[in-house]
């Protein structure tokens, strides 16, 4: 591929920091670069409590050992979303009950979550479609009325806000990915924020194999125990040596990425004016991370031939999430019908194209990949 669709960001201080975590002879979890990065969290973004751990999905499964799902309970997950969303209750036995999503955005359609509500559901797992806000106010609303959990999938949304507020800071709890397709990573890496302080405690002990040997390092009690369930959720602080040095960079990241985003939709409006393609919206409640750029191609076919002509001029655009309401998984396990009831997810799984978009790429490639873009509807006769 000439321009592929990521290439993993990269400061230059990453050697740097792994070689000061080696110096520390703190390699484990929790170590010293643990402790920076959570502060550095802290202060400079304005997170809570956090935990680091191995990926988005442990942060993702934690939470489904701190609410003890169990089998009978149901969960209510977007049914375009990726597979750890719902993979982290299912394996805990819970019921996954999908929701559509909007009609003019992926995230989860807050006016059909009250119908999906019985006395079994225990939670709502909002995910903020790459990196745009689900509609909090109303879900934390619904959440309160029937007293249930928020847990915020906000793999693709760090430093993203919904009305000034943080997004992974407005549920119960927050996670996060460092994939190194996400804006800030460490090759593999993720967060849990726990934003209801009732749960943190315990947060930690799931974090460090059910025992509290946080606490114990914090020299807090004397020896550390087996207290409860959990597993082996920590980062490694060669990890967290990496994630630091990006984390110390986020701004920077978060402002260029804004340049290349906007200039793909300066670049292409033209065709979203024409009705060619969907382009996505900022809208007043949301402050933007830049994530990603992706467009609504018009049907499954258009998009599968868009993308196999930009193929063709060496562009790997991608595409996005199979409604998981239709994964062989589900249709094993949940016995449902393979038809989908989620008819905007199922439109995105068809429509949605997701286009080359990382720091270290140029404005004269995205010059390209929009070119070739139009090209494309050129050829077809239907841009002019
Ligand atoms: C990437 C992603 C995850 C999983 O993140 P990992 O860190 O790879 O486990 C979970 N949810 C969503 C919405 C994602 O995009």
Known sequence: ?????????????????IKQAIGNRHLSGNGPFTRKCCELLGVKYGFGKCLLTTSCTDA???CALLLDIKPGD???????????TALAFARQGAKIVFIDSKSDNPCMDEDKIEKLITSRTKAIIPVH???????????????????????????????????????????HLGCFSFHETKVIHCGEGGMLTINDRKLSERAEIIWDKGTNRSQFQRGEVQKYEWLDTGSSFLLSDLNAAFLFSQLKEGEKIINYKKEQWFLYS??????????????????????????????EAKNLKEREDLRNHLIKR??????????LSGSPYILKNQKIQSISQNENSKRYENTILRLPFYFSLKNNQIKEVAGAIKEFYLQKELYV
């Open 266 to 295: 300066s670049l292409l409006k033209d065709l979203g004016n024409k009705g060619l393609i969907k382009l996505p919206l900022i809208n007043n409640n949301t402050q933007y991370n830049y994530s990603g750029f992706y467009l």
């Open 129 to 171: 479609y790459g990196g745009f806000p689900c509609e909090m106010d109303s879900i934390m609303q619904i959440a309160e009325k029937h007293n249930l959990i928020v847990i915020e999938d906000s793999a693709h949304a760090f430093g993203s806000r919904y009305k000034s507020k943080l997004l992974g800071t407005i549920g």
């Open 74 to 84: 149901e969960v209510i997950v977007p049914a375009f979303t990726f597979v750890s």
């Open 1 to 17: 591929m000439i321009i592929p669709f990521n290439i993993p960001f990269t400061t230059g201080n990453e050697l740097e920091y």
């Open 60 to 62: 993702l499964e934690m």
């Open 314 to 323: 060496g562009i790997q655009a991608i595409t996005h999430y199979l409604d």
